[in-house]
């Protein structure tokens, strides 16, 4: 009797174990760890599947280690949160000086926590765990992906 009751406590705890682990490899969190995008992103042909791998990976949690350089950052804060702005296509070709905006082109407006995004030298950098939303939009042209932090 003592030992079917030490074997049922063993592999109830081995059963918890098991779900734990099961439920932090979903999470994103297993041997190989959540998806990783590392490098720099800008407008146009700056974005270097950027946005691609933030719309494949909706939901889930992802690794990220971005950079963009000063010259192609536009972005702010508002009350409750940083933002900044990839514009990936121009309705017109656009001249040599000429910076993307949005009276022609359009884009996607990532949502960041104030905090996220951080001037390094010439460059902005977004670093940690986030979970991107679906984009919504598009509203005036852009879309908006908001990236929620790891909890």
């Given at each position: 009797?003592?030992?079917s009751i030490n074997n049922f406590r063993f592999s109830g705890i081995l059963a918890l174990v098991a779900a734990a682990c099961a439920a932090?490899?979903?999470a994103g969190c297993g041997p190989g760890g959540p998806p990783k995008f590392s490098g720099a992103t800008g407008h146009l042909d700056h974005e270097n599947g950027f946005l691609d791998f933030l719309d494949q990976n909706a939901g889930h949690l992802v690794q990220l280690d971005v950079s963009i350089p000063n010259a192609e950052f536009e972005g702010g804060e508002e009350a409750?949160?940083?933002f900044f702005v990839l514009f990936e296509t121009c309705s017109e070709e656009l001249t040599k000086d000429e910076k993307p905006s949005v009276a022609?082109?359009?884009g996607t407006e990532i949502h960041v926590?104030?905090?996220a995004?951080?001037?390094e030298g010439n460059t902005w950098r977004l670093r940690g765990q986030f979970e991107p939303s679906e984009p919504t939009g598009p509203l005036q042209g852009m879309l908006a992906i908001n990236l929620r932090p790891a909890p």
């Open positions: 009797m003592r030992t932090l490899f979903l409750a949160f940083a022609n082109c359009q926590p104030k905090a995004v951080k001037r």
